[in-house]
């Protein structure tokens, strides 16, 4: 179970989280839940040994996350010039949950929805300019470390 939590403030969501597999939320939420402004220490605070991966957001300065409890890792966003951020939590959500869902492994995934963000990012408006798997691809094959 791959969750898009962005507010606590209805009654169970704290006991679904609990049930999640795979949580990314950013970093206001993160803060909001463990009391850490820091997003490896709220990794830190919600990765769990039988939760496969926790990731936290932070929009330009990449992502944390920890699979199955483990060492927490960082990774960094793409350079791009950004237009409009509106809609890449999603954009970076569904891509990670597609990858998943398709048997891929964790690293990859962050990868693949920290690319398929970036893309979205460098067009304005919520919808437009949310990438294909063959644009995020032909992306990430651009910018390879």
């Known amino acids: 179970v791959v969750a898009d939590i962005e507010f606590v403030r209805e009654p169970g969501v704290m006991e679904l989280m609990r049930q ?5 939320i950013g970093t206001a939420l993160a803060e909001e839940i463990t009391g850490r402004a820091d997003p490896a220490a709220a990794v830190r605070a919600l990765a769990e040994p ?6 936290v957001t932070a929009g330009d300065r990449g992502c944390w996350y920890s699979e199955w409890g483990g060492e927490v890792r960082h990774f960094p966003a793409f350079p791009i ?8 939590g999603d954009v970076f959500h569904g891509a990670y949950a597609a990858w998943i869902a398709q048997g891929g492994e964790v690293p990859d ?10 893309l979205k990012a460098m067009h ?3 919808r437009s300019g949310i990438p294909d798997r063959a644009t995020v691809l032909r992306f990430l094959e651009e910018h390879s470390a």
């Open 20 to 24: 999640v597999d795979h949580l990314i």
């Open 124 to 126: 304005p408006g919520g």
């Open 50 to 55: 039988s939760r496969a991966c926790c990731v």
């Open 81 to 88: 010039e950004a237009v409009d951020t509106t809609g890449c």
């Open 109 to 118: 995934a962050i990868r693949v929805a920290s690319a398929a963000a970036a």
